[in-house]
């Protein structure tokens, strides 16, 4: 039984977390500290261990070189992070020690080894971040059963509670991602009509923008504060955006170089400092709309999920377009690793569960460069998509594609993802070089046939006619993605890390807040609680 167990996992931007489907309910798993949400941030400690989650986000402030977060948003590209002097990770291994985190604690608390998860990504993620969410599972010990889009598990921990028929949008807007689904939920069946997002828009930006306006107003040059300054501002940024939702007003009071700087911000100045922001918001709610082909006044329910939608003037803006409040009635931070925990209990064939059928669509149209004539003075090449987005998946289409010049002898099929007209603007995902007989133009044709899974992983077939001759390709060597040695190069790495053991991280978690508290204090304050701190190490 317990070997069936699949870990239901959210790995956010912000804050990762774990649950499993037990008594026909998804239960969330508690980190050592007692914590529902483990914040996705690592550290080296100053003896050269490795801290994840809130002992590592206490030193975000203290220690800025030797701490990281918000890593999710280079999943999938080919970019070290260097972590105090001597160490540099990938995105994927260091989400790889989030996951190995969260695997602990559910051991921990389930008494068993776990060996299976679903894990949940944006919506908006492409192949090749998608690829590095399953190696960070593979890299964490962990066989990745599923990855299921963000907005679609929200939808099905949602819809679950539903008892009538409806049509929902999901928006989801956390640290660093916005997805939107729409979805509707019938007789047992959700099905997901179209997705929309922006993979790099999320509270975190909203913190960026408004840390740039403060500066502005205060005339303080951004590239003159120093990192461990800049991370300060930072932190009381991300309290006083919390205040401004909640009061509609909050005073910004900050010390740079002994003299204090004060910014009113009310819901005006918000919006000012982030309106473009509040621009790129919309165009994903209209994009999917339109895909769904839907009138905003078609949808029952507008669901929010992630952090940043507690935000009041997202809020009064989704109000607006959809002519009704949102729904606040789940957790928008926990309502994802739910979702997540019930699709790893469909994945495992849950008695309880079996009923629910679940359809989902892919993100982005898939195809190949082709060109628009034969004739070389106006052939111009263009993305011919074999696949388009918002299909439900799985999904296997075919075109079929011919020759161009006299006497080719080959045809180089280029395989892209996006949804520009240029190839070259959307992501390269791999090629085939097709060896075809030689003939005049037009003469040969070759079947390209693209089959998408639920994982979103691409399959490429491609058959001469004339031969029957048939090449496969499974999308590889994707930016970011880790080949066989690589991954075990990762595996070494990371197994040789000194890990804090679990026992001890509350004390680190402890020690570290201290230290973060120390530095914003002065005074008589201040040596109070460093007195506080030599008689605890002691
Ligand atoms: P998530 O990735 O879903 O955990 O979302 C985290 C994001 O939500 C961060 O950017 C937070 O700043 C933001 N957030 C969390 N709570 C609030 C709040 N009460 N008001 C505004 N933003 C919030």
Redesign the pocket.
């Known amino acids: 039984m317990a070997d069936d167990i699949i870990l239901g996992i959210d790995l956010?931007?912000?804050?990762s977390a774990c649950a499993v489907w037990e008594d026909d309910k998804a239960r969330i798993i508690p980190n050592a500290h007692g914590d529902l949400l483990t914040p996705s941030v690592v550290a080296v400690d100053d003896d050269g261990s490795m801290l994840v989650g809130k002992a590592a986000k206490q030193r975000l402030v203290t220690h800025p070189k030797s701490t990281v977060a918000y890593f999710k948003r280079f999943m999938g590209v080919d970019h070290k992070v260097q972590i105090g002097r001597r160490k540099q990770f990938s995105a994927t291994e260091l989400s790889a020690m989030v996951l190995r985190s969260l695997k602990a604690d559910a051991e921990a608390d389930l008494g068993h080894p776990i060996k299976h998860a679903v894990i949940s990504v944006p919506a908006y993620f492409n192949d090749a971040q998608r690829q590095a969410t399953r190696d960070a599972g593979e890299l964490a010990g962990l066989t990745v059963n599923r990855l299921i889009n963000e907005p679609t598990a929200a939808a099905l921990a949602h819809g679950l509670n539903e008892e009538q028929e409806q049509r929902f949008i999901i928006l989801d807007l956390?640290?660093g991602t916005f997805d939107v689904s729409i979805l509707e939920y019938y007789d047992n069946v959700l099905e997901v009509h179209a997705t929309a997002g922006d993979s790099a828009l999320?509270?975190?930006d909203f913190?960026d923008n408004l840390i740039r306006a403060f500066l502005e107003e205060i005339g303080v040059d951004e590239v003159s504060l120093g990192m461990e300054i800049r991370q300060r501002l930072y932190s009381r940024v991300?309290t006083v955006?919390?205040q401004v939702?909640k009061n509609k007003s909050a005073l910004l009071s900050f010390d740079i170089d002994g003299k204090t700087h004060e910014w009113t911000i009310d819901e005006k100045a918000f919006i000012d400092a982030t309106s473009k922001l509040l621009m790129r918001i919309r165009s994903p709610m209209e994009r999917a709309l339109r895909d769904a082909g839907l009138d905003p006044s078609a949808i029952d329910d507008v669901v929010l999920v992630?952090?940043?939608t507690?935000?009041s003037v997202f809020r009064s803006m989704v109000s607006k377009l959809f002519g009704r409040i949102p729904r606040t009635d789940t957790d928008p931070?926990l309502t994802v690793v739910m979702g997540a925990a019930l699709q790893g209990a469909l994945v495992a064939r849950n008695e309880s569960l079996e009923d629910v059928v679940l359809t989902d669509v892919c993100s982005f149209s898939m195809g190949i460069a082709s060109v628009t004539d034969t004739d070389p003075r106006k052939m111009t090449e263009v993305f011919a998509p074999i696949i388009e987005r918002n299909n439900v998946v799985p999904v296997s289409r075919v075109e079929q594609f011919w020759t161009v010049q006299n006497d080719q002898t080959a045809i180089d099929v280029r395989i892209y993802q996006g949804e520009s007209r240029k190839p070259r603007n959307n992501l390269f995902l791999g090629n085939l070089h097709i060896p075809v007989p030689k003939g005049t133009a037009g003469k040969e044709s070759i079947s390209v046939r693209f089959s998408y899974d639920v994982n979103g992983l691409l399959e490429v077939e491609v058959t001469v006619d004339s031969t029957g001759r048939t090449y496969t390709k499974l999308i590889e060597n994707r930016p970011g993605h880790l080949n066989d040695k690589e991954k075990a190069a990762s595996l070494k790495r990371l197994d040789g890390l000194k890990v804090l053991p679990r026992d001890r991280e509350e004390v680190r978690a402890l020690t570290a807040r201290a230290e973060r508290l120390y530095s914003s204090m002065l005074g008589a304050e201040r040596d109070q609680l460093g007195r506080a701190m030599d008689d605890f190490e002691r």
């Open positions: 956010g931007t912000t804050n956390g640290g999320g509270g975190e913190n991300e955006k919390r939702g992630g952090g940043a507690r935000m931070d």
